[in-house]
């Protein structure tokens, strides 16, 4: 059976590394890495572990017009974690996201995973509207929704593996400026629970009784304050 080619976007990211790591472990799925600096440490180990690894800057659309026209494959997953600005301060995570939207659509992508967020503003009505790390990544989705593009979206929180820092002896708790008793955090793990969803999705998109293509998964492996995961000390730490 011949490998089927899966484009990560962002792949020398801790969403896109993993992504990959876990489709090299595959036998009918392959990565093939698109970095901004293809010389970095991180893409020369992919590269090392025989990944192909591609330039593209998604700030720049006509690096994605090359990678569409040229490189891009039959399958694409992408893990989007970009500076945050507001529109006229430069390339945004939503120019960016549209941008690689309309490569893998120039290309004939057939189906899109995208991790994404929902519109806050929209979930509480106005109340909360100064978030544009997650009024950026609805407005992302939205835009492939309408793309004509088969896709799915993956709502995720943050990231277990940024939160806890493994040592000898345990974990160390990294996190924001939260007090003790902050309101609740939506908890996700990417090397486990996101590489699952992903390689679930890319395996059973093609098959329409399953409706999967334009719906939105949300990853979430606890919800809890930070002093709460502090002290439960039950977390599982991927193999």
Same mark, same amino acid.
Request: glycine share 8%; hydrophobic share 35%; charged share 25%.
């Given at each position: 059976m011949a490998l089927r080619i899966v484009s990560v976007f962002g792949a020398t990211g801790l969403q896109g590394s993993a992504v990959a790591n876990a489709l090299l472990k595959?036998? /009918?799925l392959t990565p093939r890495a698109i970095a901004g600096n293809p010389e970095s440490e991180a893409a020369l180990t992919l590269k090392a572990r025989g990944v192909e690894v591609i330039k593209g800057d998604s700030?720049?659309?006509r690096w994605w017009a090359l990678c569409a026209a040229a490189r891009l494959s039959s399958r694409c997953a992408t893990a989007i974690i970009f500076p945050l600005k507001a529109e006229g301060e430069g390339p945004n995570e939503l120019v960016q996201g549209k941008n690689?939207?309309? %490569? %893998? +659509? =120039?290309?004939?992508?057939?189906?899109?995973?995208? $991790? &994404?967020?929902?519109?806050?503003? =929209?979930? &509480? #009505? #106005? +109340?909360?509207? !100064?978030?544009?790390?997650? =009024?950026? +990544?609805?407005?992302?989705? +939205?835009?492939? =929704?309408?793309? #004509?593009?088969? !896709? %799915?979206s993956l709502h995720l929180g943050a990231f277990l593996e940024k939160v806890l820092k493994k040592? /000898? $002896? #345990?974990?160390?708790?990294?996190m924001p400026n939260y007090g003790a008793t902050a309101a609740r955090q939506a908890l996700t793990s990417v090397e486990r629970d996101v590489l699952a969803a992903t390689l679930a999705l890319l395996e059973?998109?093609?098959?329409s009784s399953k409706h999967i293509s334009g719906k939105s998964y949300p990853i979430v492996d606890a919800n809890m304050t930070y002093a709460e995961l502090a002290a439960t000390g039950k977390v599982q730490w991927p193999a």
């Open positions: 595959d036998d /009918t700030r720049d659309k690689m939207v309309d %490569a %893998a +659509k =120039e290309a004939g992508v057939r189906f899109f995973i995208l $991790t &994404s967020l929902p519109s806050l503003i =929209e979930f &509480s #009505g #106005g +109340k909360y509207n !100064n978030c544009p790390h997650f =009024e950026q +990544k609805a407005a992302v989705q +939205k835009y492939l =929704e309408s793309s #004509g593009l088969a !896709n %799915a040592t /000898t $002896t #345990g974990f160390n708790v990294a059973n998109y093609t098959d």
